[in-house]
């Protein structure tokens, strides 16, 4: 029974492989223009760009990772990249805010990542997009079961 296991064919071992490639390839774009950001501080970025003084607590929720978002906020906030701030209804919880510095590494970023989007997918159709996307959330749901 071992041997019909077929490992090029699995998605979860499909998924690694790609995520793991993602990965670098976003690593070699932020060195190559002098940052040293990870893809999970990107997304940090993306969100606060889109709603600013959201909650660490939705963050870590958001990223399903609360103890690695928390070192991750520390980073960003030693980096200046990032601003954290007690909710002035609720101390017991943070709001996070992008810096001036965070949102210049965004702006840069944003249009790096968009270049490299366009190369990467240029063979890709938006169907294909829409059918990757269905597919990809269905896997999601299903593992969270």
Request: aromatic residues 12%; hydrophobic residues 35%; proline residues 3%.
């Amino acid at each position: 029974m071992l041997d019909s296991f077929d490992l090029e064919n699995s998605y979860a071992y499909l998924i690694y492989r790609t995520v793991r490639s993602l990965r670098r390839q976003f690593m070699r774009l932020a060195t190559a223009n002098g940052l040293e950001l990870f893809p999970e501080q990107w997304f940090v970025l993306v969100r606060l760009m889109k709603q600013p003084g959201c909650s660490q607590s939705d963050l870590g929720r958001d990223f399903d990772d609360r103890p690695s978002m928390a070192r991750a906020l520390r980073n960003m906030e030693e980096k200046g990249w990032i601003k954290i701030q007690a909710n002035l209804e609720d101390r017991r919880k943070n709001q996070v805010y992008p810096t001036k510095k965070g949102s210049e590494i965004y702006q840069l970023m944003a249009s790096v990542v968009t270049e490299e989007r366009k190369r990467m997918f240029k063979k890709l159709s938006t169907q294909d997009f829409k059918t990757f996307k269905r597919i990809i959330d269905q896997i999601y749901e299903e593992s969270m079961d």
